[in-house]
């Protein structure tokens, strides 16, 4: 059943199809669906959207992106890093949750964020990380326990999009279960707070 597959949006990539930050993100929606989730990936030309503007009616492209952020559960974000920090793409498609700065879950209230960051060395892929960790924080999401980060200096995917390294796929995997597992989580505390009397929950 539908509600028993949480739904899990995957935001990232460049607009050149086919890159780094793309193949990664797809490896790990893909982990969180074998977990038994649904995904969307939304990425390339799909996150040219107009620059944010509050107060602006948003683009056929950006509704679709504010439906998905509000019917996700969990949400896994993959930037490559552009000049030590995520790229403008990415920064600007979040820049969209502030329309829903007035919902009943207010930005990504609660939400867990996995977070990839790809760069052409460790320095930048750490610095992006922490960027994605605080934008993360700054949403109200809770950035999952491990971020994935990706040398892309060297080779890591074949021209499938498959991941040829072995302790890559793993990060990457990693980060999907943990989305989809922290959103298990939430959900049987939830079933379990309603499960109990109101009679217990009141005070001696």
């Not at 498609?93 to 996995?114: F, H, I, K, N, Q």
Request: include cysteine; proline fraction near 5%.
């Amino acid at each position: 059943m539908i509600q028993d597959r949480p739904l899990i949006l995957g935001i990232g990539g460049t607009p050149r199809r086919g890159s780094s930050s793309e193949r990664a993100l797809a490896i790990s929606l893909k982990a969180a669906e074998d977990k038994g989730a649904r995904t969307i990936l939304l990425s390339g030309a799909e996150l040219l959207l107009p620059m944010y503007i509050p107060g602006q009616s948003p683009s056929d492209q950006a509704s679709r992106l504010l439906v998905a952020l509000r019917e996700c559960q969990g949400i896994i974000i993959s930037s490559p890093a552009y000049h030590g920090s995520i790229s403008g793409l990415i920064k600007n498609a979040l820049d969209y949750a502030e329309e829903l700065r007035t919902d009943a879950r207010a930005y990504l209230d609660g939400m867990p964020v996995g977070c990839i960051a790809c760069a052409g060395g460790w320095q930048a892929v750490g610095q992006t990380l922490a960027a994605l960790r605080t934008i993360a924080h700054s949403l109200r999401g809770w950035p999952t326990p491990f971020g994935a980060v990706l040398n892309t200096s060297t080779a890591l995917f074949d021209v499938e999009g498959n991941c040829t390294d072995v302790a890559t796929r793993r990060q990457l995997e990693t980060v999907g279960h943990q989305v989809i597992d922290f959103v298990r989580m939430q959900s049987r505390d939830r079933q379990r707070a309603h499960s109990i009397p109101i009679d217990a929950m009141a005070a001696p």
